[in-house]
């Protein structure tokens, strides 16, 4: 299956990337190439085999239910674009 | 005198406990390389001073007599992708420009604990994603390689770990580290005749790094000596219960069980690695590689890999996937770049900011991660992927039934000229034809310098052991580094 114009300006909104027609539209061969090239995973016969998640055996661990870290609200604002009264601040989301 | 920064990271630890010098006076050597090979362009952030007084705990620390660190007195580069506390770290993007993290990295924080000093962040391709270290926000590094007969061309270092392969073979560092989601320890290492391991899968915490792909991503050193890879592993390996992937194991003495005597251990030369236009060269080299082995007392099979044609693109939907589903974090607002334009709402703002704080080859592998995990999509691309990512792995455990180690060429050429592949990423990809598959299966392997071919650059071999055995992978290498008897060095241009 080849992907049209239209469908790299949605997979574009749905990774939250704005472009521009111009760009979308180099995109769509670059993009068409790629998955062309993946496509042939499709001839492997893979009847009866999981899908594999987790190279490595290994058990997910449970901790105790205990607090662990906190009290580094200034840390974690360090980095913030906009930080305003110990929040992260954001433009106005509810018109 | 011998110069300092010719030394190992096994030599410089060595002669600072046996007093033949100070740690700072190592450190201002490699300082005053660091600050003459800008040209190079290896780091994004250099940090004299923290390599100066890490030195000078370290002479301290020996004048009054304490237990010394095992790596007092080394001071090594870091990949900015590893968070530093206090230190920029940016993965090579303009995301994260002026990022300073207020924590350390799980693995830097063993290696500073162990008494390695920091000279700087090394540079890499952008989020780790590529293969020549092109995509790097910061300009792209050079290899200090170049081919013979007066060619002047601008060599890739490789990538994504390219800094740390530039400064290492450069001897502006000794070590460093690396981080390899699909070979970006060993195909770098092998285009600058250095050494480089990554280890197997959850052995090297991932906490405190830059997530690219984190059922792939490991960490590893880099250095110009198998015995200073060992040195390096050690400290950076152990559980981590910060990493839920962290493998709650005992770190094996790497170093102190080296040995390069290989009898009674079989090595698989797997078919599938030598395709139809393989270049002679490394071809070539691989027999040799075969040869050293035998000659160090392993017996020699032939092996069968046969899903390997399908291992770059399986890594080419998983590797997108879980970037696009990693990269999401990056949205303007709890830190890096915001683009804000004029009237924008929330949306628009996530969008602006992605828009202009990503190169456009990580904007192409989120895309693509972003299509192949889409509603529709879903089973044909990415459960297909994962189960012949199965099937790959199955590979190689078949495979050591009849053996205990691999030897494969690391990459299918020597180094190329920048810009040489930088228009059609498919070529590019081809690169990391022979790393992926064992990034794939989580397995241990290592790069080695094996020569140089014709155009007087270095090429490499690759060892890929079982699953937690890097004893064997780090003997191996240990046994072609020996015979191989690679003292090649770039000349001095920068």
Same mark, same amino acid.
């Given at each position: 299956?080849?992907?049209?114009?239209? %469908?790299?300006?949605?997979?574009?909104?749905?990774?939250?990337?704005?472009?521009?027609?111009?760009?979308?539209?180099?995109?769509?061969?670059?993009?068409?190439?790629?998955?062309?090239?993946?496509?042939?995973?499709?001839?492997?016969?893979?009847?009866?085999?999981? =899908?594999? %998640?987790?190279?490595?055996?290994?058990?997910?661990?449970?901790?105790?239910?205990?607090? %662990?870290?906190?009290?580094?609200?200034?840390?974690?604002?360090?980095?913030? =674009?906009?930080?305003?009264?110990?929040?992260?601040?954001?433009?106005?989301?509810?018109? | 005198?011998?110069?300092?920064?010719?030394?190992?990271?096994?030599?410089?630890?060595?002669?600072?406990?046996?007093?033949?010098?100070?740690?700072?006076?190592?450190?201002?050597?490699?300082?005053?390389?660091?600050?003459?090979?800008?040209?190079?362009?290896?780091?994004?952030?250099?940090?004299?001073?923290?390599?100066?007084?890490?030195?000078?705990?370290?002479?301290?620390? +020996?004048?009054?007599?304490?237990?010394?660190?095992?790596?007092?007195?080394?001071?090594?580069?870091?990949?900015?992708?590893?968070?530093?506390?206090?230190?920029?770290?940016?993965?090579?993007?303009?995301?994260?420009?002026?990022?300073?993290?207020?924590?350390?990295?799980?693995?830097?924080?063993?290696?500073?604990?162990?008494?390695?000093?920091?000279?700087?962040?090394?540079?890499?391709?952008?989020?780790?994603?590529?293969?020549?270290?092109?995509?790097?926000?910061?300009?792209?590094?050079?290899?200090?390689?170049?081919?013979?007969?007066?060619?002047?061309?601008?060599?890739?270092?490789?990538?994504?770990?390219?800094?740390?392969?530039?400064?290492?073979?450069?001897?502006?560092?000794? /070590?460093?580290?690396?981080?390899?989601?699909?070979?970006?320890?060993?195909?770098?290492?092998?285009?600058?005749?250095?050494?480089?391991?990554?280890?197997?899968?959850?052995?090297?915490?991932?906490?405190?790094?830059?997530?690219?792909?984190?059922? @792939?991503?490991?960490?590893?050193?880099?250095?110009?000596?198998?015995?200073?890879?060992?040195?390096?592993?050690?400290?950076?390996?152990?559980?981590?219960?910060?990493?839920?992937?962290?493998?709650?194991?005992?770190?094996?003495?790497?170093?102190?069980?080296?040995?390069?005597?290989?009898?009674?251990?079989?090595?698989?030369?797997?078919?599938?690695?030598?395709?139809?236009?393989?270049?002679?060269?490394?071809? /070539?080299?691989?027999?040799?590689?075969?040869?050293?082995?035998?000659?160090?007392?392993?017996?020699?099979?032939?092996?069968?890999?046969?899903?390997?044609?399908?291992?770059?693109?399986?890594?080419?939907?998983?590797?997108?996937?879980?970037?696009?589903?990693?990269?999401?974090?990056?949205?303007?607002?709890?830190?890096?770049?915001?683009?804000?334009?004029?009237?924008?709402?929330?949306?628009?703002?996530?969008?602006?900011?992605? /828009?202009?704080?990503?190169?456009?080859?990580?904007?192409?592998?989120?895309?693509?991660?972003?299509?192949?995990?889409?509603?529709?999509?879903?089973?044909?691309?990415?459960?297909?992927?994962?189960?012949?990512?199965? @099937?790959?792995?199955?590979?190689?455990?078949?495979?050591?039934? +009849?053996?205990?180690?691999? @030897?494969?060429?690391?990459?299918?050429?020597?180094?190329?000229?920048?810009?040489? +592949?930088?228009?059609?990423?498919?070529?590019?990809?081809?690169?990391?034809?022979?790393?992926?598959?064992?990034?794939?299966?989580?397995?241990?392997?290592?790069?080695?310098?094996?020569?140089?071919?014709?155009?007087?650059?270095?090429?490499?071999?690759?060892?890929?052991?079982?699953?937690?055995?890097?004893?064997?992978?780090?003997?191996?290498?240990?046994?072609?580094?020996?015979?191989?008897?690679?003292? /090649?060095?770039?000349?001095?241009?920068?």
């Amino acid at each position: 299956m080849s992907i049209d114009l239209q %469908t790299v300006k949605k997979i574009a909104s749905l990774s939250r990337i704005s472009v521009t027609d111009a760009e979308a539209e180099a995109m769509v061969p670059e993009l068409n190439n790629i998955l062309g090239w993946v496509e042939q995973l499709g001839e492997v016969d893979v009847t009866g085999v999981e =899908p594999m %998640t987790a190279v490595i055996p290994n058990q997910q661990r449970l901790r105790d239910d205990v607090v %662990t870290d906190g009290d580094v609200r200034d840390k974690v604002l360090a980095n913030a =674009p906009q930080a305003e009264h110990g929040f992260f601040a954001v433009p106005k989301v509810i018109e | 005198m011998t110069d300092l920064t010719d030394l190992t990271v096994a030599d410089i630890r060595d002669g600072f406990r046996a007093g033949d010098f100070s740690a700072r006076e190592v450190a201002e050597a490699f300082n005053a390389n660091v600050a003459a090979a800008k040209a190079l362009n290896a780091f994004i952030v250099e940090t004299p001073e923290k390599a100066l007084d890490a030195a000078d705990a370290a002479d301290k620390a +020996k004048a009054a007599g304490e237990t010394l660190g095992q790596l007092a007195g080394v001071p090594i580069g870091m990949k900015d992708l590893f968070c530093t506390q206090g230190v920029q770290t940016t993965a090579a993007s303009h995301m994260l420009e002026g990022f300073v993290p207020t924590y350390e990295s799980t693995v830097s924080g063993k290696l500073w604990a162990a008494g390695a000093g920091m000279l700087g962040k090394l540079n890499l391709d952008q989020f780790a994603m590529g293969s020549s270290n092109e995509t790097s926000y910061y300009g792209n590094v050079i290899s200090p390689w170049r081919r013979g007969g007066g060619d002047n061309a601008a060599l890739a270092p490789g990538g994504s770990s390219g800094g740390s392969s530039s400064a290492i073979a450069a001897r502006l560092c000794p /070590a460093a580290t690396g981080t390899d989601t699909g070979g970006s320890i060993r195909q770098p290492a092998a285009f600058t005749g250095i050494s480089g391991i990554k280890p197997t899968y959850g052995r090297c915490s991932r906490w405190g790094i830059v997530a690219f792909a984190s059922s @792939l991503d490991q960490a590893g050193p880099m250095a110009r000596t198998v015995r200073d890879n060992a040195i390096l592993l050690e400290v950076m390996s152990g559980f981590d219960p910060k990493d839920s992937t962290s493998l709650d194991l005992p770190v094996p003495q790497w170093e102190a069980n080296l040995s390069s005597d290989l009898k009674g251990k079989k090595v698989g030369i797997p078919k599938e690695y030598r395709p139809e236009g393989l270049d002679p060269e490394i071809s /070539a080299l691989w027999d040799r590689g075969i040869e050293w082995l035998r000659d160090a007392g392993a017996e020699v099979v032939d092996v069968s890999l046969p899903h390997t044609q399908y291992a770059l693109p399986t890594y080419y939907i998983i590797a997108p996937a879980e970037a696009s589903s990693n990269l999401a974090r990056y949205d303007g607002v709890r830190y890096g770049q915001r683009d804000l334009p004029d009237g924008a709402g929330l949306q628009d703002m996530y969008a602006a900011t992605r /828009a202009a704080g990503f190169g456009p080859e990580v904007k192409r592998r989120i895309m693509i991660g972003t299509y192949v995990l889409s509603a529709g999509f879903y089973d044909a691309y990415y459960t297909q992927a994962q189960k012949v990512r199965a @099937l790959i792995a199955r590979d190689f455990e078949l495979a050591f039934e +009849k053996c205990d180690l691999l @030897l494969t060429p690391t990459a299918p050429s020597a180094s190329f000229a920048l810009g040489e +592949k930088q228009a059609d990423p498919l070529a590019m990809y081809l690169n990391d034809v022979f790393t992926v598959p064992a990034s794939l299966a989580g397995l241990p392997a290592m790069a080695v310098p094996g020569g140089l071919d014709s155009a007087g650059l270095p090429i490499g071999l690759q060892i890929i052991g079982k699953a937690l055995d890097e004893q064997t992978v780090l003997n191996a290498s240990l046994a072609l580094e020996e015979r191989a008897g690679f003292t /090649a060095r770039p000349d001095k241009w920068w």
